[in-house]
């Protein structure tokens, strides 16, 4: 019965018999509810199992904050967001709390697909773009083309529009593949490592 604090980006644990379970907080923080992305898929028995657990059990054990990748002030410089599927879902939980705090600098918002049916929450992103005059939101298909849409890979999309590497803080959401993909493209294009942040780099570290 007592309010949890944590910050945008970070993560939890649920706590199951069947073995301990990660997940993005996909909310931002200031109620009581907490929001998670389960990604499903009816071969993936563990992704199943916490279905069937959230659904069907009274009492779930939960352990958190967990993660040292967040936003718990408005930054000095524009965020950029990458994300693929649901690495999206710490990313809303970030910028529902800059939009509620009212941060001004440019935030640009990548999500990254193979189709068009395959982009995860493209309403929820198209929706931020709307609501917030500083946000830029550009989806990427590296699969197929669609007006409007840019066709490539998500980190080619960043590289068309990053002007100056040194300024904005990254933040990369998705596999662990991809996230140390996205990496070494920003890496390579002149942006300082220490701008570069996920929560993969430090759970799945190389």
């Given at each position: 019965g007592k309010k949890i604090d944590w910050h945008a980006g970070q993560y939890l644990e649920l706590l199951f018999p069947f073995g301990d379970c990660a997940f993005s907080i996909a909310n931002a923080p200031g109620g009581r509810e907490i929001e998670l992305h389960v990604r499903y898929h009816h071969e993936n028995s563990s992704s199943l199992d916490v279905i069937h657990?959230?659904?069907?059990?009274?009492?779930?054990?939960?352990?958190?904050?967990?993660?040292?990748?967040?936003?718990?002030?408005l930054p000095q410089q524009p965020v950029w967001f990458i994300c693929g599927s649901t690495g999206f879902a710490p990313v809303k939980g970030m910028v529902e709390a800059l939009r509620d705090t009212g941060f001004e600098l440019p935030i640009h918002l990548y999500g990254g697909a193979r189709t068009a049916a395959d982009m995860y929450l493209l309403?929820?992103?198209?929706q931020f773009a709307a609501q917030m005059p500083n946000l830029k939101f550009v989806a990427a298909?590296?699969?197929?083309?669609?007006?409007?849409?840019?066709?490539g890979m998500v980190h080619e999309a960043v590289l068309k529009?990053?002007?100056?590497?040194?300024?904005p803080f990254f933040y990369v959401g998705g596999s662990v593949p991809m996230a140390w993909a996205v990496f070494d493209v920003l890496v390579a294009a002149g942006v300082p490592a220490e701008h570069i942040h996920s929560d993969v780099y430090d759970y799945a570290p190389r």
């Open positions: 657990a959230l659904r069907n059990d009274s009492l779930v054990k939960v352990r958190l904050p967990a993660g040292s990748r967040f936003i718990d002030s309403d929820q992103a198209q298909l590296s699969d197929e083309q669609r007006e409007g849409w840019f066709a529009d990053l002007t100056d590497p040194s300024t």
